[in-house]
């Protein structure tokens, strides 16, 4: 079955970066696009970007441009977010989830990782 | 940006009975409108893609409808293991650039 396995926990101070992973499982990785996404505490859930697993090409919410960098290593079917310059307002949980690969795809966001908790703080 | 809309905020409704839920689009986003249910600890999952159709393994009590910048979702006879907080999200632009409304928490 499909599954997505995130990195664990971390605790960053203020202007640190984070890289958390998501590891792909029971499908063909580059057959799909990876989207991230966030929730703040006793907040909504918030789109961060989507990877194009096939070529690298990455597309993110203009909050995030400058700030995150989405990459991939298709050998090991892992996706990677690095958020830098971290705040305070950065703490989340942070989530992948499996997106369309091409825009005629249907299905979207339809199986997530287990989402990776970050803590920013001094 | 197209800015998703969701009311009520929270929904109060008896096991057994129906919920319908609305979400509003600032523009046109045709059908691709999807709905997630979340619960506290664990990841969302997609319940309706495509404004209507319900993703796999997914109870024919909930169901979705509307086009352009109304949308709702109806959970019929509820359970006990609906109560949960119910986002929207479109995706009507490629590449992908989404955006979610903020939610409609149902409770008992």
């Known amino acids: 079955q499909v599954q997505l396995a995130q990195s664990g926990a971390e605790v960053k101070k203020p202007g640190a970066s984070v890289k958390i992973s998501c590891k792909a499982s029971?499908?063909?990785?580059?057959?799909?696009?990876i989207s991230w996404v966030r929730q703040a505490p006793g907040q909504g859930l918030e789109w961060m970007g989507w990877i194009n697993t096939y070529n690298g090409n990455t597309n993110y919410a203009q909050k995030f441009q400058g700030r995150v960098a989405m990459t991939r290593d298709t050998l090991t079917s892992t996706a990677y977010m690095e958020l830098r310059s971290l705040r305070s307002d950065d703490t989340a949980v942070y989530y992948c989830a499996r997106d369309r690969l091409v825009v005629i795809m249907p299905l979207i966001l339809d199986s997530w990782g287990q989402g990776t908790l970050v803590t920013v703080s001094s | 940006e197209i800015v998703m809309t969701q009311s009520p905020a929270t929904l109060s409704v008896s096991p057994g009975e129906r919920a319908t839920l609305s979400c509003r689009a600032s523009q046109s986003v045709s059908s691709n409108l999807a709905w997630y249910q979340h619960k506290p600890g664990q990841a969302p999952r997609l319940l309706i893609y495509g404004a209507s159709s319900r993703a796999p393994g997914i109870s024919p009590r909930f169901s979705g409808s509307g086009s352009g910048t109304e949308f709702t979702l109806t959970i019929s006879s509820l359970q006990s293991e609906d109560f949960a907080v119910y986002y929207c999200q479109q995706y009507n632009n490629w590449p992908p650039m989404y955006t979610f409304g903020q939610g409609t928490k149902l409770e008992i």
């Open positions: 029971g499908y063909t990785f580059d057959s799909y696009g």
